[in-house]
Nanobody, 126 residues
Framework: QVQLVESGGGSVQAGGSLRLSCAGS????????MAWFRQAPGKEREGVAA???????TYAESVKGRFTISQDKHKITSYLEMNDLTPNDTAVYYC????????????????????WGQGTAVTVSS
């Protein structure tokens, strides 16, 4: 069982930046696929960014060019650098991880991940 803990959320003004961190328990014997999802009030949880290995990444269209995902593949740890934030980015952000991603087409799908964190809130004011 892997436990994921997010940190780094908070309140920021539009145009600002935040860096989210996700720390997983245990040590990865292989590179996990890790991702960030978010859920705004009254909306479904949506995939924001995913990464596996050193350089395979994918992003939701709404965050491309503004968000950057990275990971420490030996520690089940990931980061989400968020720049040029807008009020539309306001949500609870969740970290997810899976040791055996069945298909990259699931990278931004909630059913692609076995382990989830409890979330960290991000509020962007205009």
């Amino acid at each position: 069982q892997v436990q994921l803990v997010e940190s780094g959320g908070g309140s920021v003004q539009a145009g600002g930046s935040l860096r989210l961190s996700c720390a997983g328990s245990g040590r990865a014997l292989r590179s996990y696929c890790m991702a960030w999802f978010r859920q705004a009030p009254g909306k479904e949880r949506e995939g924001v960014a995913a990464i596996v290995g050193d350089d395979r990444t994918t992003y939701a269209e709404s965050v491309k060019g503004r968000f950057t995902i990275s990971q420490d593949k030996h520690k089940i740890t990931s980061y989400l650098e968020m720049n040029d934030l807008t009020p539309n980015d306001t949500a609870v952000y969740y970290c997810a991880a899976d040791p055996f991603m069945r298909s990259w087409s699931l990278a931004l799908k909630t059913n692609g991940y076995l382990f989830w964190g409890q979330g960290t809130a991000v509020t962007v004011s205009s």
